[in-house]
């Protein structure tokens, strides 16, 4: 089966980190986000992986020649953002048959077996993986009837349009078929394609239980992190704890805590405090800084005293010592 995942945007709400290395190739423990995304199909169901993206597509391409993964990778590029059907749309001619469709920023428990024996089972065009929301307002929401099939369909509804506290998941399964619903150009899933589909009693649901995160911010990245932590998503390297170390090249001074956190290959810290933080290779954090919620970049250096909070800190960069940091982006635009 193959399998597309959306990937078109350009990773702002992760910059600097997006800057230097695109999304779906960001390392996660140790693996790419993408292979993260990918994880809730069965690996035995999965022979290609097409990249539906505009943005720095040739690091993409790149990286999955180098490194081995267990399906093959094939890059459908956007020269304008076409939007998540559009994005779609682009792949007709690279797709056959039935087919999974993914976002590509989600972390979830989600296992796909379960839309693919549905789909079998009721037939029709699509199966949607659901989650459930307390305000789904925010969210594409969904009808279903006692035979899992998708009755509504209506993307972020106003508080008074609210029907139901099941939302659209960003994991689909499609026929070839939804391409015929799908015009040229730029285009929205979620606005365009699924209402006229669920009219047509051609859609499908389920929910799942367990985690959906959307790791596309600092703090929803640190989630992700956690989940991946605490359900062993890892190829290599250990768990301590509450945190994930790559190997015995990671240092940590005696007097430090530190939790919830990645800490990434020759990553050293002396006499410190952080919480649900993510350290890339070769980070150093000097003695009394205080971290929480904060993404360091390769070969960092992070001084004595700061007190960094849900910052992203580039790659190769020098914190001084001192710094106080809250809700930014560094180096400061």
Same mark, same amino acid.
């Given at each position: 089966?193959?399998?597309?995942?959306?990937?078109?945007?350009?990773?702002?709400?992760?910059? @600097?980190?997006?800057?230097?290395?695109? /999304?779906?190739?960001? $390392?996660?423990?140790?693996?790419?986000?993408?292979?993260?995304?990918?994880?809730?199909? @069965?690996?035995?169901?999965?022979?290609?992986?097409?990249?539906?993206?505009?943005?720095?597509?040739?690091?993409?391409?790149? +990286?999955?020649? &180098? !490194?081995?993964?267990?399906?093959?990778?094939?890059?459908?590029?956007?020269?304008?953002?076409? %939007?998540?059907?559009?994005?779609?749309?682009?792949?007709?001619?690279?797709?056959?048959?039935?087919?999974?469709?993914?976002?590509?920023?989600?972390?979830?428990?989600?296992?796909?077996?379960?839309?693919?024996?549905?789909?079998? /089972? !009721?037939? %029709?065009?699509?199966?949607?993986?659901?989650?459930?929301?307390?305000?789904?307002?925010?969210?594409?929401?969904?009808?279903?009837?006692?035979?899992?099939?998708?009755?509504?369909?209506? &993307?972020? @509804?106003?508080?008074?349009?609210?029907?139901?506290?099941?939302?659209?998941?960003? =994991?689909?399964?499609?026929?070839?078929?939804?391409?015929?619903?799908? $015009?040229?150009?730029?285009?929205?899933?979620?606005?365009?394609?699924? @209402?006229?589909?669920?009219?047509?009693?051609?859609?499908? %649901? +389920?929910?799942? &239980?367990? +985690?959906?995160?959307?790791?596309?911010?600092?703090? =929803?990245?640190?989630?992700?992190?956690?989940?991946?932590?605490?359900?062993?998503?890892?190829?290599?390297?250990?768990?301590?704890?509450?945190?994930?170390?790559?190997?015995?090249?990671?240092?940590?001074? /005696?007097?430090? =805590?530190?939790?919830?956190?990645?800490?990434?290959? /020759?990553?050293?810290? &002396?006499?410190?405090?952080? =919480?649900?933080?993510?350290?890339?290779?070769?980070?150093?954090?000097?003695?009394?800084?205080?971290?929480?919620? #904060?993404?360091?970049?390769?070969?960092? #250096?992070?001084?004595?005293?700061?007190?960094? !909070?849900?910052?992203?800190?580039?790659?190769?960069?020098?914190?001084?010592?001192?710094?106080?940091?809250?809700?930014?982006?560094? $180096?400061?635009?």
């Amino acid at each position: 089966m193959q399998v597309v995942v959306l990937a078109g945007g350009f990773g702002t709400r992760l910059r @600097p980190w997006t800057y230097g290395i695109p /999304k779906p190739i960001l $390392p996660m423990l140790d693996k790419t986000l993408l292979e993260h995304v990918v994880e809730v199909m @069965p690996s035995d169901k999965v022979d290609e992986v097409i990249v539906a993206g505009g943005y720095k597509v040739e690091m993409i391409e790149q +990286y999955f020649k &180098e !490194n081995e993964v267990p399906f093959d990778v094939r890059i459908v590029t956007e020269s304008e953002p076409l %939007g998540t059907g559009g994005a779609l749309g682009n792949c007709r001619d690279v797709i056959s048959g039935t087919f999974a469709c993914l976002n590509g920023d989600i972390i979830s428990s989600l296992n796909m077996q379960s839309g693919i024996d549905l789909q079998q /089972k !009721n037939g %029709g065009i699509g199966t949607l993986a659901l989650w459930e929301v307390e305000d789904p307002t925010r969210f594409g929401i969904v009808g279903i009837d006692d035979n899992n099939r998708i009755t509504q369909f209506k &993307e972020k @509804p106003k508080p008074e349009e609210v029907f139901s506290n099941l939302i659209n998941a960003g =994991s689909y399964l499609f026929k070839d078929d939804i391409f015929s619903y799908i $015009p040229e150009g730029k285009c929205s899933l979620e606005r365009e394609v699924f @209402p006229v589909l669920a009219g047509e009693n051609e859609l499908n %649901g +389920y929910a799942f &239980e367990g +985690y959906f995160i959307d790791a596309g911010t600092p703090e =929803s990245w640190s989630s992700g992190v956690q989940a991946c932590i605490a359900n062993q998503r890892w190829k290599s390297g250990s768990r301590k704890g509450t945190n994930w170390h790559a190997d015995s090249s990671v240092q940590i001074g /005696k007097t430090c =805590s530190v939790e919830h956190t990645m800490l990434a290959k /020759k990553t050293q810290i &002396e006499d410190s405090i952080l =919480s649900r933080c993510s350290l890339l290779d070769g980070v150093q954090v000097q003695e009394k800084s205080i971290l929480n919620n #904060t993404m360091v970049g390769r070969n960092s #250096t992070i001084g004595k005293n700061c007190r960094l !909070n849900n910052v992203v800190v580039d790659h190769d960069s020098v914190i001084p010592d001192g710094t106080v940091l809250d809700d930014v982006q560094w $180096p400061l635009q």
